[in-house]
């Protein structure tokens, strides 16, 4: 009886536990309302909890297997268990992610979850083409479906925070961060930052708390894309006029679209890091945006404003980077190291650190988290779900519709399906590796599928493969430089006896999957190693070229745009790269994409963008040299932004205006014939751009303003109506109002950013 009478009062015991810890928690009522959650979760946290939610780390150890006994990893472990780790990135995989998050929830004082970020940038396992190939779809509904693919995948995997999409317009294909981004308009800059953000995420923010949605980051807040010279980490300098109607607004169209977090970047703007502006973070994001997610810094950008000359030491640099807004310290160790001193200290109120765990606990609270610490936890739906074919087959798709038919003078493609004679020439056409892109931590090597495994699947040609040299002569790496092969020759015979022998060639050259992408910058944009001469080699045998390139970046190429008589842009196109590429080439898709970026003739004309000013002399007026020009080549661009061919044709006519006066605040109707007048069923972007004639301040000579992805059977017309309203027609002022001026507004509707068809409207 007496062991009895034991283990029943400890049962009754364990009961009052649970019961006393139910009422410690009142956090945890779900009928409560997640802003009343939130305070009665804080009015328990110690100073030192509330600043561990504001730092995040890295993967540190073999999170399944022992505790670490030294070194930083020990440090960073005793952190998570006392309570101060908010987040974690890199961890990933439903056993790692569990491990982590039981030691958060199950030994923590207060059991607060931790939200797991992954750079998940174009897919997870199963890859999506690059962002910039995306862009090139113009196909806002792929976009949000291959964002979807990624949440699908990475929720899987017991990640729940992407830190994508990266918004930053930039002209400056020199800089290597241009792939993962959406190019150079901040209109459609605009329209993809919606798209992706309610792909990851949902389209309302009550969709953030199903199981196969994540919470979306945009960065890099703000103005990275600018760095002078395409320079990775470099200074920017740019005008507010910049700032506010270029750089700004696909941030302020991630906002509207719900983006649950920003990062900021790591360049100076007015002489300030972007970490450290309470203009960026306080006054327009915080303040006039009302944003109400959390702000993360990017990789110890707090710790840099040291190497900046903007702060003394870590204690300096994290005062300033609070007091900025700046709400999650990533990697800098600096928070959790002198946050709770500088607010004992009174250097730092500790309402602003309460403002910023307070912003981390919604995002946390909106993923369901405290409801269900594992949701992102079930091993049988991460079976499932990654590399399934329905994700393949989207992913398929996407890549299909990025790529771009930059040239085709002598009817070389589509291929035929049989009774041709084919040589496949370039390293990177048996590559299945290099297609994978950049960004693509998550992914297996050597999983895409090559060029020569997709054109193989057309077995009723004569298909010969030669390598022609190698276009990197050590293995690539994400973090290493490459070495390029500037010397070995060597297969160059083989590859030029297979073309003699061809009806056609095609040649795989281009860029090597990391040569673009973070710490990429170039100075030259032509193809690396001894590809450019490979190419002429080829050529002089057989000038019956497909040259299919494979870059994360604009290229130029002005040889080969003289030269070559069929040119393919094919991006870095993810896991099915070569079916897509295959399918393109024979023509079972017919190609749509047109160019997010301009295509320089040479680097020097970098940056160069479609959206330019006037200036004051840009005709050859007066026959002299005194004009805006370059004295040894045309200052247009090889390939302008909107670019991009078919192969059938479409034709414009009947371009019509509703009305030729228009009052502030009317629609203005804009409608225009289009016929397929070619032999192919085909797809056509109709892009309109407007040029404010005579405003308060310089306006561009042309701006995009409005385009749709139509459908034409060959033959059919279809009537194409975008309308422009006082969001179209305006533009930000130097200290961020919105103007809205009367005058005359020129409008161009077209296949491209560089003709079409033209009439005017005035606005009263």
Known sequence: MKNKKIIITGFFSLITIGTMNAQKKPHLDKTKPIEERISLLMKEMTIEEKVGQMNQYNGFWEVTGPAPKTGNAEIKYKHLRDGWV???????????????????VEET???????????VIHGYKTLSPIPLAEAASWDLEAIKKSAQIAADEASASGINWTFGPMVDISRDARWGRVMEGAGEDPYLGSKIATARVKGFQGETKADLSKVNTIAACAKHFAAYGFAEAGLEYNTVDISNATLYNTVLPPFKAANDAGVRTYMNSFNILNGIPATGSSFLQRDILKGKWKFDGFVITDWASIKEMVSHGFAKDGAEASEKAVKAGSDMDMESHLYVKELVKLVKDGKVKEALVDDAVRRILRVKFELGLFDDPYKYCDEAREKATIGNKAN?????????????????????????????????????????NSPLGSWRIAADDNTAVSVLEGMQQYKNNQLTFEKGA????????????????????????????????????????????????????RTNLDLPGVQ????????????????????????????????IPAIVE???????????????????????GKLPMSFPRNVGQCPIYYNHFNTGRPNNSDKNVFWSHYTDVEKTPQFPFGFGLSYTTFDYKNLKINKTAFAKGEAVKVSVEVTNSGNYDGKEVVQLYIHDVAASLARPVKEL???????????????????????????FDNDGNYLVEPGTFKIMVG??????????????
């Open 532 to 563: 450019q001469e490979l190419l002429e080699e080829i050529y002089k045998v057989n000038p019956n070229i497909v040259l299919v390139l494979n870059n994360g970046r604009p290229l130029a190429l002005p040889w080969a745009a003289e030269h």
């Open 705 to 731: 303003k409005g385009f749709e992805l139509i459908e034409l059977k060959k033959g059919e017309t279809k009537t194409v109506t975008l309308t422009l309203t006082d969001k179209e027609l305006g533009f």
């Open 570 to 592: 094919a991006w870095h196109l993810g896991t099915q790269t070569g079916n897509a590429v295959a399918q393109v080439l024979y023509g079972d898709y017919n190609p749509s």
């Open 751 to 764: 296949g491209s950013s560089d003709k079409g068809l033209e009439g005017s409207f005035e606005l009263e």
């Open 392 to 432: 393949n087959d989207g992913v398929l798709d996407m890549a299909k519709k990025s790529i771009v038919l930059l040239k085709n003078d002598k009817n070389l493609l589509p291929l035929k399906k049989s009774g041709q004679k084919i040589a496949l020439i370039g390293a990177l056409a048996n590559d299945k």
């Open 109 to 119: 004082r207060l059991g607060i979850p931790l939200i797991i970020g992954f750079d």
């Open 470 to 521: 190698d276009v990197v002569v050590e293995k690539q790496s994400f973090k290493d430089e490459l070495v390029f092969n500037t010397t070995d020759k060597s297969g160059f015979e083989a590859a030029k006896k297979v073309a003699a022998n061809a009806d056609v060639v095609v040649m795989v050259l281009g860029e090597i999957g990391f040569q673009s992408g973070e710490g990429r910058s």
């Open 86 to 104: 908010g987040s974690m990135l890199t961890v990933r995989g439903v056993k790692e992610v569990r491990a982590v998050q039981k030691i958060a």
